[in-house]
């Protein structure tokens, strides 16, 4: 049974701008901190995004902050990444993740990960 399902990737050109979703199926993950990773051709799997149970804190990789923001709604159980100024390092297949516990970067033992959905910027 598929718990989060992402959506909004694609192909953009460098500059533009993209949204992600993920919405997750069990109620229980609208009390989780919820967040982003990805993962480019040939490369580790890197933290993008997080943000706190209720959505007043957030976290961003150095690489993706003032261009990139998550957000949440809890009445709908989703979390979203607005993907702004794109630029070709950022083509990757980015995974929304959900854990009961803070993440910002340093684990990547969490409890759930969603299938990927993958975004492409040309130059």
């Known amino acids: 049974q598929v718990q989060l399902v992402e959506s909004g990737g694609g192909l953009v050109q460098a500059g533009g701008s993209l949204k992600l979703s993920c919405a997750a199926s069990r109620r229980t993950y609208s009390a989780y901190y919820k967040g982003w990773f990805r993962q480019a051709p040939g490369k580790e799997r890197e933290f993008v995004a997080s943000i706190s149970r209720q959505g007043d804190t957030t976290w961003y990789a150095d690489s993706v902050k003032g261009r990139f923001t998550i957000s949440r709604d809890n009445a709908k159980n989703t979390v979203a990444l607005q993907l702004n100024n794109l630029k070709p390092e950022d083509t990757a297949v980015y995974y929304c993740?959900?854990?009961?516990?803070?993440?910002?970067?340093?684990?990547?033992?969490?409890?759930?990960w969603g299938q990927g959905t993958l975004v492409t910027v040309s130059s």
């Open positions: 993740v959900v854990d009961p516990l803070l993440f910002t970067g340093g684990r990547q033992d969490l409890a759930l």
